[in-house]
């Protein structure tokens, strides 16, 4: 908006000290001191004008020009305010990055997150590999005892032994120098428990248990594989074992079969030696402790490194996020100042119109007295307008600073809805406006009644607005629980199942074409919401749909009994 050509209007500025304040608080409160002047400077010399019957054309003069000033001054004020600059309030509502506790309970969680299953990995893969290691080590040793048993027949008894000696039964002589050269030989191996000499029609021809002499083998995989030509080995229970063992209480026993050529190369029968593994378990055991001690440092060192590593990346995508979040939220508060500077400049420039246009009109012209008092009548009306705008901005302001203040006590909502209802105004003819909360039929409530008040003042106002149709628009309140309900219910436009959840939030109008020639700037309810919370109380809606109404609802506590 810019001053007509040829007049002498002045361009106030905003307050220096409104510039100059630091913090939210200091810049809010000098806002609201500075609008609030020129709106009094700007009523009062209007309803000076409007209180006499002759005014002398100097000071007729002098008020329009003040009037004037005060107006352009508000508009400066509140264009410096929807810039979101340096010289005014932030923007009500623009959103803050995350707060440096809850990136560090972000980063510690990923971290832990990231300890726990890289912990839980590693200890199974420790577990696993160590599993595999001791069956190493036990495949190990008992390959070691083969390779040793193997060494001492091939070195010691097969020179000995004759083919004859597994083709029939031996005589009493040659079992004594077989037995004989078998103690020999057992000597060396402190861990042998048991010996037999099988025959190739696996039958057994020798044994340490003289009563297994002469028994068949009925199955048994590693003999028809030693027999073939194939040294076995493995490790079973001792008490599967075919013979009566030399030492008691073992839990488990190694088998070694080693063919036994002794005429060449065709296989004459198997020497099958039992050994004890108790020594070989420990010497495993201790390799096993060993290498397990190697391997979960070796994690651990692995473990750390990552730790450290993903610490590094995990910093490195934090800020990263954060400069996502800063740029969105730049990008969110560019929109909402959009938005509002819209929303503003959109419910301002009537007003402001106004009052600049009829001001002008009469400081430069003769107006016939019949026409100034319509035109001073009309000044006073945009007036309040922008000041009940000024005041919804500057509550919106006190809300997010948590500055706005209630004072709640007993009282009842009767007295409440009276004194909406009569300082209303004007109700259009189309519409009816029925009050069914009457004086002592309720229970009293903890509220504030001025803001109890407003918010009834904000929730008819819709209702009548909204019915461009006409209809009835009631007050009605009921006790619910350990509350008072007050409902303000119309039969107007009506809201959609999709709306609803968005009609308290803040500069938020349903868009369609039943309502884009109604004005508001969207904040109405997101107030009246907020001031019914800071009550204790709660605020919803409800509407069946398009073209049926809409019902909103404020519950409120109910004062506290005394105890007798």
Same mark, same amino acid.
């Given at each position: 908006m810019s001053p007509r050509p040829g007049t002498r209007t002045r361009w106030p500025r905003v307050p220096p000290a409104w510039r100059r304040r630091g913090g939210d608080a200091g810049r809010s409160a000098d806002l609201e001191h500075a609008v609030r002047g020129q709106l009094t400077v700007l009523i009062g010399e209007l309803e000076l004008v409007l209180g006499r019957d002759e005014v002398p054309a100097a000071q007729r003069e002098a008020s329009a020009r003040r009037a004037t000033d005060a107006a352009w001054a508000i508009e400066n004020m509140l264009a410096g305010t929807a810039a979101g600059t340096g010289a005014g309030p932030p923007l009500p509502g623009q959103p803050s990055a995350p707060t440096g506790r809850w990136r %560090?309970?972000?980063?510690?969680?990923?971290?832990?997150?990231?300890?726990?299953?890289?912990?839980?990995?590693?200890?199974?893969?420790?577990?696993?590999?160590?599993?595999?290691?001791?069956?190493?080590?036990?495949?190990?040793?008992?390959?070691?005892?083969?390779?040793?048993?193997?060494?001492?027949?091939?070195?010691?008894?097969?020179?000995?032994?004759?083919?004859?000696?597994?083709?029939?039964?031996?005589? +009493?002589?040659?079992?004594?120098?077989?037995?004989?050269?078998?103690?020999?030989?057992?000597?060396?191996?402190?861990? %042998?428990?048991?010996?037999?000499?099988?025959?190739?029609?696996?039958?057994?021809?020798?044994?340490?248990?003289?009563?297994?002499?002469?028994?068949?083998?009925?199955?048994?995989?590693?003999?028809?594989?030693?027999?073939?030509?194939?040294?076995?080995?493995?490790?079973?229970?001792?008490?599967?074992?075919?013979?009566?063992?030399?030492?008691? +209480?073992?839990?488990?026993?190694?088998?070694?079969?080693?063919?036994?050529?002794?005429? +060449?190369?065709?296989?004459?029968?198997?020497?099958?030696?039992?050994?004890?593994?108790?020594?070989?378990?420990?010497?495993?055991?201790?390799?096993?402790?060993?290498?397990?001690?190697?391997?979960?440092? /070796?994690? /651990?060192?692995?473990?750390?490194?990552?730790?450290?590593?993903?610490?590094?990346?995990?910093?490195?995508?934090?800020?990263?996020?954060?400069?996502?979040?800063?740029?969105?939220?730049?990008?969110?508060?560019?929109?909402?100042?959009?938005?509002?500077?819209?929303?503003?400049?959109?419910?301002?420039r009537t007003p402001l119109t106004a009052l600049v246009g009829f001001s002008e009109l009469l400081l430069t012209r003769d107006v016939p007295e019949a026409n100034r008092r319509q035109w001073t009548e009309l000044l006073h009306s945009g007036a309040e307008r922008l000041r009940h705008l000024v005041e919804e901005l500057l509550d919106v302001t006190r809300i997010g600073e948590g500055g706005?203040?209630?004072?709640?006590?007993?009282?009842?909502?009767?007295?409440?809805?009276?004194?909406?209802?009569?300082?209303? +105004?004007?109700?259009?003819?189309?519409?009816?406006?029925?009050?069914?909360?009457?004086?002592?039929?309720?229970?009293?409530?903890?509220?504030?009644?001025?803001?109890?008040?407003?918010?009834?003042?904000?929730?008819?106002?819709n209702a009548v607005k909204y019915s461009p149709g006409g209809g009835r628009v009631e007050v009605l309140a009921r006790v619910a629980g350990s509350g008072l309900r007050l409902s303000v219910t119309d039969e107007g436009l009506g809201i959609t199942s999709d709306e609803l959840p968005r009609v308290f939030s803040r500069f938020h109008r349903i868009d369609d074409e039943n309502r884009r020639g109604i004005g508001g700037t969207g904040l109405g309810l997101y107030i009246a919401q907020q001031l019914v919370e800071l009550q204790g109380g709660t605020m919803s809606v409800d509407s069946p749909g398009i073209g049926q109404g809409s019902r909103f609802h404020v519950t409120l506590p109910l004062q506290p009994q005394r105890r007798a």
């Open positions: %560090r309970l972000r980063s510690l969680s990923l971290t832990t997150r990231f300890t726990a299953v890289a912990a839980t990995l590693i200890v199974a893969i420790g577990l696993l590999v160590n599993q595999v290691t001791d069956r190493t080590l036990q495949d190990s040793a008992l390959a070691d005892e083969a390779a040793f048993a193997s060494n001492t027949v091939a070195t010691r008894l097969v020179p000995f032994l004759r083919a004859a000696d597994l083709e029939e039964a031996l005589s +009493g002589p040659r079992f004594a120098e077989i037995d004989r050269r078998i103690q020999e030989v057992a000597r060396d191996d402190p861990d %042998r428990v048991g010996i037999v000499l099988w025959r190739a029609d696996r039958t057994i021809a020798y044994s340490s248990d003289s009563q297994v002499i002469g028994r068949q083998a009925v199955d048994d995989d590693e003999l028809v594989a030693a027999l073939a030509g194939v040294a076995q080995r493995e490790t079973k229970p001792a008490r599967d074992a075919e013979i009566r063992l030399d030492r008691a +209480g073992l839990a488990r026993v190694m088998e070694v079969y080693l063919p036994l050529r002794l005429d +060449g190369t065709r296989v004459n029968g198997v020497f099958e030696i039992y050994h004890d593994p108790t020594h070989s378990d420990r010497r495993v055991a201790e390799a096993d402790r060993q290498i397990s001690r190697v391997l979960f440092a /070796g994690l /651990g060192i692995l473990l750390l490194v990552l730790l450290v590593v993903v610490r590094g990346a995990s910093a490195q995508l934090r800020r990263q996020s954060e400069q996502l979040v800063a740029i969105e939220s730049r990008r969110e508060a560019d929109r909402l100042q959009t938005e509002f500077v819209g929303v503003v400049s959109h419910e301002l706005m203040e209630v004072r709640p006590a007993p009282m009842d909502v009767a007295d409440a809805v009276r004194d909406t209802l009569a300082a209303y +105004g004007p109700v259009p003819a189309h519409v009816q406006l029925v009050n069914s909360v009457h004086p002592g039929q309720l229970p009293l409530v903890l509220a504030d009644h001025d803001r109890l008040v407003q918010i009834l003042t904000n929730l008819v106002s």
